[in-house]
C-alpha cells in the first residue's frame, strides 16, 4: 500500500510502501507527481515498478 510521508521533516511528501506485516519502504518516491510520472512511462514500457506491474484491464 502506498503511503504519504507527512511528518514536518526532510521526508515530507515523500511516498512509500508497506505490505501487511512489514516495516515500511521510505522515500520510494519524491512527491506522488513523480511516481505517476514513474507509473506512466512503466505503463507504456510493460515494466515492473518498485513494488508491482501497473496494467490496463
Known sequence: MLFVDC????GYGQLG???EAS???MGLYPSFA???LYASDA???GRDMSHHRPEVR
Request: net charge negative; hydrophobic share 40%.
Open 43 to 45: 505503463l507504456s514500457a
Open 23 to 25: 516495516f515500511p519502504d
Open 7 to 10: 511528518t514536518p521533516e526532510d
Open 17 to 19: 510502501w508497506f505490505g
Open 34 to 36: 513523480d511516481y505517476l
